[in-house]
């Protein structure tokens, strides 16, 4: 099973700033993550998919980079909406989530 | 409107059994491969289960294999999960979601899973 570690559990960040949240495969998956984002009670969100493209609708806030075992996600300015929790998914050898990342107000 | 609404969850008894459904509208389901994701209380996602487009296909997490048993009827559009010899370590919400394929500026594919549904929540105790 291809473990997902995400880093750090929780990232204080005060509105208008930049956060970059990151996430390790413990083998390559290549270009095959996704970034989705939870807000508490809620189903979770894509944001991104192929490690680097947004999906319909979101922001360009939002940007991903990484291959292979390193990935980052990178929110520009944060608004108060992006606050919530953000995982990670690797879907190159079946699926498994990191154990996510909760983006908090300083 | 996509969407895709869970039905079924509860309160269970340890060694119980609960079937859950998912249904799906706005979208033609039989193209879809489907997955079922959980979330115990105050924890991350982790995937369950996955079926395929024409239900020949099904794959598990070590933590539920031979317990519980993914399906899909495409006439129905619905997704079902039924779960048997339930434990408290399966107390979650369940959500299912949808796998679509995109490509990437290459023309590589990719995956993801694109649309969720607001899940139910499964408890199981004495």
């Known amino acids: 099973e291809i473990v997902m570690t995400q880093s750090p559990a929780t990232l204080s960040v005060s509105p208008g700033e930049r956060a970059t949240l990151s996430c390790r495969a413990s083998?390559?998956?290549?270009?095959?993550l996704a970034w989705y984002q939870q807000k508490p009670g809620q189903a979770p969100r894509l944001l991104i998919y192929g490690a680097s493209t947004r999906a319909t609708g979101i922001t360009a806030r939002f940007s991903g980079s990484g291959s292979g075992t390193e990935f980052t996600l990178t929110i520009s300015s944060l608004q108060s909406e992006d606050f919530a929790v953000y995982y990670c998914q690797q879907y190159n050898n079946w699926w498994t989530f990191g154990q996510g990342t909760k983006v908090e107000i300083k | 409107e996509v969407q895709l609404v869970e039905s079924g969850g509860g309160l269970v008894q340890p060694g119980g059994s609960l079937r859950l459904s998912c249904a799906a509208s706005?979208?033609?389901?039989?193209?879809?491969?489907m997955h079922w994701v959980r979330q115990a209380p105050g924890k991350g996602l982790v995937w369950v289960s996955r079926?395929?487009?024409?239900?020949?296909?099904?794959n598990y997490a070590d933590s539920v294999k031979g317990r519980f048993t993914i399906s899909r009827d495409n006439a129905k559009k619905t997704l079902y999960l039924q779960m048997n010899s339930l434990t408290g370590e399966d107390t979650a919400v369940y959500y299912c979601?949808?796998?679509?394929?995109?490509?990437?500026?290459?023309?590589?594919?990719?995956?993801?899973?694109?649309?969720w549904g607001q899940g139910t929540m499964v408890t199981v105790s004495s």
């Open positions: 706005g979208f033609t389901f039989s193209s879809y491969w």
């Open positions: 083998q390559s998956v290549r270009s095959n």
């Open positions: 979601a949808r796998e679509s394929t995109y490509y990437d500026s290459s023309g590589y594919p990719t995956r993801a899973f694109d649309i």
């Open positions: 079926i395929n487009s024409d239900e020949s296909s099904t």
